[in-house]
């Protein structure tokens, strides 16, 4: 189990991603991209942020019952794969590489189409 105890929005965690990835479910703060991203019991737990007794609960909890860990799936479809996302990154600068200047009628030159 890993605990990820961000007191911030984080936007989209990269610990959590490898987390899920190696298939090891993650207590979060229940707030911003790490709510979002670990499903209170699904793929992890939920903590009221900034409440120390309520992290420690969801940690007892899953010492004194290890075989929660086996019901806490995550899920690493949520996480793009490193190939995945290069491919996207270089179809998007493609796309914008292809386009040619348009003259506006200021004279300005603008990109797009």
Not at 10 to 31: C, D, Q, Y
Not at 36 to 56: I, M, P, T, Y
Not at 70 to 90: C, F, G, M, R, Y
Request: glycine share 8%; hydrophobic share 40%.
């Amino acid at each position: 189990m890993l605990v990820v105890p961000s007191i911030w929005y984080e936007n989209s965690p990269l610990t959590i991603h490898e987390a899920f990835l190696a298939g090891v479910p993650v207590i979060t703060s229940n707030i911003g991209g790490m709510a979002e991203l670990v499903r209170d019991e699904v793929n992890g737990l939920h903590f009221q942020v900034g409440n120390a007794e309520d992290l420690a609960r969801k940690m007892l909890r899953v010492v004194e019952n290890p075989s929660l860990l086996s019901t806490l799936k995550p899920n690493d479809s949520l996480v793009t794969k490193i190939e995945q996302h290069a491919l996207k990154i270089e179809t998007i600068y493609n796309h914008c590489c292809s386009k040619q200047p348009n003259p506006s009628p200021s004279g300005l030159m603008v990109m797009g189409g």
